[in-house]
């Protein structure tokens, strides 16, 4: 069974905690890239998408290929998750059920704008009806869990969910 970790991170941080998770779990990386946000100019762009909605053109690197499940990750952007991992989302259907999900971002806040995102996530994923097991690492979270522990903690969440799957899954995503 092949579950691939689909990350986007635009400063390495949920990059960082992907691999921590793959490193735990024998998934894969898959990286989401959108230069639109690159350098200064891409991170004013970030908060005007953000605001706005709007949803960017993404590449995968590598890409999903063959995979069972999907832990999918990124970061909070204005409070939602971050454009290119929502323009990943819209893809849902066609994807590999998603067992999981993680979001970094500098300050703990209200989990309540994900909550959209999360609830459609979860009806195309394994168990259709029950929330999808979210992580969340604040930078600033004074009495959080260490992030080792919290890594551990999601993925011992993940563990029933991803023994229950069993048919392989192959399927080209390709978002350009
Ligand atoms: C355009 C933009 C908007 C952001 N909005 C938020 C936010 O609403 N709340 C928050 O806690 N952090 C916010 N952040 C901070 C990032 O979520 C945080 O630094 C994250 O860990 C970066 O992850 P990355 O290194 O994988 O890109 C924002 C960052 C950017 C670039």
Redesign the pocket.
Known sequence: MQTVIVVY???????RIAERIAARSRARVCRIECPRYDGLSG?LR??RD?WRGDLPEITLAPEIGAADLLILG??????RFAPPVRRLMREAERLPPVVGVFV????I?STLPLEADLEALAAVGPTPGEDLPLLTL??HRPSGLPIERAVERFLARLAPLMSRRKAPAILPVRMA
């Open positions: 991170s635009r400063s390495g941080r949920s990059l991170y970030g908060w953000a990124g970061p909070v952007w204005a409070g970094t971002r500098d300050r806040g604040a930078r």
